[in-house]
Each structure stands twice: as C-alpha cells, then as structure tokens.
C-alpha cells in the first residue's frame, strides 16, 4: 500500500484484506478504558472524532500494522490532548514512569 494523492494508505476500500474473523472477543480491561476516556474527551469538547481520525492517519503504515487498534486509539487521544494542552509530553511522560514503577502486574487485579 502507498500513500499517493488520490488514496492514503489507510484507505483500504475496495483491496483485498483476506478473511474476516467472526468470532467475537471480549475487550480486555485496558480497552474498556481506552473506549471510556475516548467518550469522557469528547463530552468535555477536548477534540473530536474528526480530531481522532486525524491523528489515526497520521501516524502511517507502520504503525498502523504494528499497533493494536486501542493502541492506536490511546496514541491517537495522547496526540489530540497534548494538542489541546490538557498536559504536555513532559508531564505523560513522568506520569508512565511514575505507573510504571508499581510494576508490571497494577491493575491486573481489577481485571
């Protein structure tokens, strides 16, 4: 897939993408928040689903293959709430090293 003026590399309409997996999953706990705080931004007005989609796209190929579709959604929400100055890249950062300080198992216990 390329990324021309005519069609981005997202753009998958109409390409082969090979069979649909139609057993369902259920979300793991993680997901359920990522959905949770996608709906909080929004109610608060701090972007939008076009604000999203922007930053889905923009990350590219790669990442788009190499990334979960909630891993990409909680980029995507980073993206748009650092944008939206609700914190700044510094203060994400401290923050994951501060969580990831209580090791790998926090939160598996409200699982």
Same mark, same amino acid.
């Given at each position: 897939? #390329?990324? #021309? ?22 979300? %793991? ?39 979960? +579709? ?6 995507? #929400? ?5 944008? %939206?100055?609700? +914190?700044?890249? &510094?203060?994400? !950062? ?8 209580? !090791?790998? #198992? +926090?939160? &598996?216990?409200?699982?």
């Amino acid at each position: 897939m #390329t990324d #021309t003026p005519e069609r981005r590399w997202h753009d998958m309409g109409g390409h082969a993408a090979g069979p649909i997996p139609m057993d369902g999953h259920d979300f %793991a706990l993680w997901e359920k928040r990522v959905d949770a705080l996608m709906v909080l931004c929004g109610a608060k007005g701090l972007f939008t689903v076009d604000g999203l989609r922007r930053a889905l796209e923009d990350m590219g190929e790669d990442a788009f293959e190499k990334y979960s +579709y909630y891993d990409r959604w909680i980029a995507a #929400t980073n993206q748009n709430l650092v944008e %939206a100055g609700v +914190y700044s890249l &510094e203060e994400l !950062g401290q923050r994951m090293e501060e969580i990831a300080q209580r !090791g790998p #198992t +926090y939160g &598996e216990a409200q699982e």
